[in-house]
C-alpha cells in the first residue's frame, strides 16, 4: 500500500528547514505533528521532599532542554540564587547553547559534550570532586545512572518534572498510513488512549533499540526501523520505505 499520510508522535519542528518539511515536498505525502506525551514540571514542595537542596551542590548535569527549563524553574520556586561559580555539564551542544536562556554563556563554567552521555562522561570524570546534581523527568534511562555510578562521584537525581501521557481522544476515528514513535513512552500513550488498537494496514516507524522492544512487546509489527548505518535518521528511513512502496 502506498503511503499518503504520516503521524509523528512530537511537536511539529519550529526551524523551516526540517528535513520533514522536504520529505513532505519530495514525496507528495502529509505529514502530521501531535506529541504523545509531554511534560509537567513538579513543585518545589516536592522537589524537597527527595531531600534535595540546591545549595549543596557545586556542579549540574543537563541532558536536556527540560533538564534546564526546570531545573531554573524550581531554583526560582525555591527563591535560590544561582550562584555564578556553578559549572554546567552538557550533554550536547544544542544544550549548552540552550543554557543562554538562563545565563551569561561566555561567563560561566560550562562543559559539553558531543552527543551521547557516555561522550559527556570523561568531562565529569576530570571533575569527580565536585557534587553533581542530574536535575530529570521520572523516566530515566538507566544508562545515565550506571555510567554515573561507574565515575565514582558524588551525585544526586532530583526528579524535577514527569512524562504524562497525552490526551489523544481526538484521533479516535482518524487513520495514518504511517505512525512514528521515538520512545517507549510514546508507544505507552498509544495503547493507553486506545486498548483497543490494531495495526492492520497501519505501518509503524520507531527510532532506537528501547522503542523496537516496547512496540514489539505491544504486538506490533515495525515496517521502518532508524538509525541503520544506511539510514541513520528517521527521515531518511521513512523517505527509503515511501520511495520503495510508491513507486510499485
Not at 534546564?68 to 525555591?78: G, K, N, Q, S, T
Not at 481522544?169 to 490494531?198: A, C, H, M, T
Request: with cysteine.
Amino acid at each position: 500500500m502506498k503511503v499518503k499520510t504520516i503521524l509523528v508522535s512530537q511537536p511539529e519542528p519550529k526551524v523551516e528547514n526540517s528535513p520533514y518539511f522536504d520529505l513532505e515536498e519530495k514525496e507528495k505525502v502529509k505529514i502530521d505533528f501531535i506529541p504523545f506525551i509531554h511534560v509537567e514540571g513538579v513543585d518545589a514542595k516536592e522537589v524537597r521532599l527527595q531531600k534535595v537542596d540546591l545549595s549543596q551542590y557545586t556542579a549540574i548535569i543537563l541532558t536536556s532542554r527540560n533538564s534546564v527549563d526546570h531545573f531554573f524553574r524550581i531554583a526560582e520556586e525555591m527563591r535560590y540564587k544561582v550562584p555564578d561559580t556553578l559549572k554546567y555539564f552538557c550533554q550536547s551542544e544544542a544544550v549548552a547553547y540552550y543554557l543562554q536562556k538562563y545565563v551569561v554563556y561566555r561567563k560561566r563554567k560550562i562543559y559539553v559534550g558531543k552527543r551521547t552521555f557516555q561522550e559527556l562522561s570523561p568531562l565529569i570524570k576530570k571533575y569527580k570532586n565536585e557534587k553533581f546534581l542530574l536535575p530529570s523527568s521520572d523516566k530515566l534511562k538507566p544508562l545515565i545512572p550506571e555510567t554515573l555510578d561507574g565515575l565514582k562521584i558524588d551525585w544526586k537525581q532530583g526528579v524535577f518534572y514527569k512524562t504524562v501521557v497525552s490526551d489523544l481522544s481526538n484521533l479516535r476515528n482518524v487513520f495514518y498510513d504511517v505512525l512514528v514513535f521515538f520512545s517507549p513512552s510514546g508507544i505507552q500513550s498509544l495503547f493507553e488512549n486506545f486498548p483497543d488498537f490494531k495495526q492492520n494496514e497501519t505501518r509503524i516507524a520507531v527510532f532506537g533499540n528501547s522503542t523496537v522492544r516496547a512496540a514489539e512487546e505491544h504486538g506490533l509489527v515495525v515496517d521502518i526501523q532508524a538509525p541503520t548505518p544506511e539510514t541513520p535518521s528517521m527521515t531518511m528511513a521513512l523517505q527509503k520505505y515511501i520511495k520503495e512502496v510508491n513507486k510499485k
